[in-house]
């Protein structure tokens, strides 16, 4: 019985990756028939879903006190594949599909980007692992995986619903592959990020909560086009969420080194 309690969280890890690999086939068509009729907005709300199903294992194995070192590898496995690759996939196969005249003159330089994103992410889970898991407890070093995955994966659809992919002349049909290059590095970035955590203003752990839901509603609802403002929404407060957390990281970059230094001792 004792063992049991570590099927819950690794339930949850299993539907994270089992979702990345979906979104991969979706993405790729490897269904073939099998395949919804916008195939690249299929691949992203896998990959939303994902977001949703990583951030419950963690929340799972508190719970019931089921932690582990296999947990958290086959996490960071999922991760990769989820939030790494699916996204990847994603942005590559939006290109050959909505531009392909223009992918076939600029194949080099997405094999380039898709390449940067895929190793920082796969970096990032590494260095999570073996240096930042114990170190810091209430801030991010660098940009977590799942966030990067969840903005790219969002900005794609958004400015296909826009017909942005029609015209590579304008600045906006570079936008994905530049947020997807900066993603990337901000993964293996030395840049602290808060993580939504219970703080001592009452107000301000509401107003997290809200906005959790909301997102959380949000994700669920990504894939239905008639549900207005869904992915504005995710990418107001992706964009927020990076500026200004980076923002507190860098003014108190100094005090949160302190801290974990003192924490250590």
């Known amino acids: 019985m004792g063992k049991l309690r570590f099927v819950l969280p690794n339930t949850f890890t299993s539907l994270n990756f089992l979702l990345g690999v979906f979104s991969i086939c979706w993405t790729t068509g490897a269904f073939g028939s099998f395949s919804a009729a916008d195939p690249i907005r299929m691949g992203a709300y896998f990959v939303i879903l994902s977001a949703l199903f990583d951030k419950l294992d963690g929340f799972a194995a508190r719970l019931v006190n089921a932690s582990s070192e296999f947990g958290a590898q086959f996490d960071s496995l999922a991760d990769l594949i989820a939030f790494g690759l699916a996204p ?11 531009a392909p005249e223009w992918f076939q ?10 390449a940067i994103y895929v190793l920082c992410a796969a970096m990032r889970l590494a260095k999570y692992n073996a240096c930042d898991c114990d170190t810091y407890h209430h801030h ?30 304008t600045f906006i049909f570079w936008l994905p592959i530049i947020v997807f290059v900066i993603t990337g590095f901000l ?14 203003n009452k107000p301000f752990n509401i107003f997290q909560i809200v906005l959790i839901l909301l997102t959380y509603v949000a994700g669920l609802l990504f894939y239905n086009e008639k549900v207005p403002y869904i992915l504005e929404y995710l990418l107001v407060l992706g964009t927020s ?25």
């Open 241 to 265: 969420y990076m500026v200004i957390g980076f923002g507190v990281g860098i003014i108190y970059r100094k005090q949160i080194i302190e801290e974990a230094k003192a924490a250590k001792k």
């Open 187 to 200: 993964m293996v970035s030395p840049l602290f990020l808060p993580k939504l955590q219970p703080r001592k």
């Open 105 to 114: 003159n600029h194949g080099l330089l997405m094999v380039i980007a898709l």
């Open 140 to 169: 991010f070093s660098g940009l977590p995986s799942t966030f990067a995955g969840m903005v790219n994966a969002t900005l794609i659809v958004f400015l296909k619903s826009k017909g942005t992919f029609d015209d590579p002349s």
């Open 88 to 98: 990847a996939f994603g942005f590559f196969f939006a290109y050959k599909t909505y």
